[in-house]
């Protein structure tokens, strides 16, 4: 008598196990979700002080200083992005004397804002015999950037000037 009872109670835990069991699906919602990445829609910039004075130094072969800052802005859209900076000079002028353009070399210093990817650096002392890339940026992949630097100029006169007050010009440009 043991034996059928046995026998349909392993029936039926077998049966059981046969029997595929019914999933139900968790409860769930969705969101659809939309973003865009855009620039600013705006322009490529470039600031710079407006009176800039440097000083003869004590061999009196050349005036040196340091110019006020300059500072380049880019929103524009579009990734990656790319500018140069170029600066030129006209030549120096006093009542009796010119020194020329030639002899003019600006150096963009401490060039710093880099924001996402890409390179920004500074193409070191630059004669500006005519005009000259003084600052590279390439790889721009952020939406808005302002980087930075402090020029310095130095003017040679090898053969000594004359005493009087020498006016030039920097120009510095962006594209």
Request: proline share 7%.
């Amino acid at each position: 008598m043991r034996k059928p009872i046995l026998a349909a109670t392993i029936l039926a835990a077998a049966a059981g196990l046969a029997v595929p069991a019914v999933a139900h699906a968790a409860p769930s919602a969705n969101t659809d979700v939309t973003f865009i990445v855009a620039g600013q829609g705006g322009d490529l910039s470039i600031t710079a002080g407006p009176l800039g004075t440097i000083v003869p130094n004590v061999a009196g072969t050349a005036a040196t200083g340091a110019l006020p800052p300059v500072s380049v802005s880019d929103n524009r859209n579009g990734s990656p992005r790319a500018w140069t900076t170029t600066a030129s000079s006209t030549d120096f002028v006093s009542d009796d004397q010119t020194i020329p353009k030639s002899a003019v070399t600006y150096t963009a210093n401490a060039v710093v804002g880099k924001v996402g990817g890409g390179t920004l650096a500074s193409t070191g002392a630059q004669t500006l015999d005519g005009p000259k890339a003084v600052v590279n940026r390439s790889g721009l992949t952020w939406p808005l950037e302002v980087a930075t630097w402090s020029p310095s100029l130095n003017v040679a006169y090898p053969g000594g000037a004359s005493i009087g007050t020498y006016s030039g010009t920097i120009t510095v440009s962006v594209a």
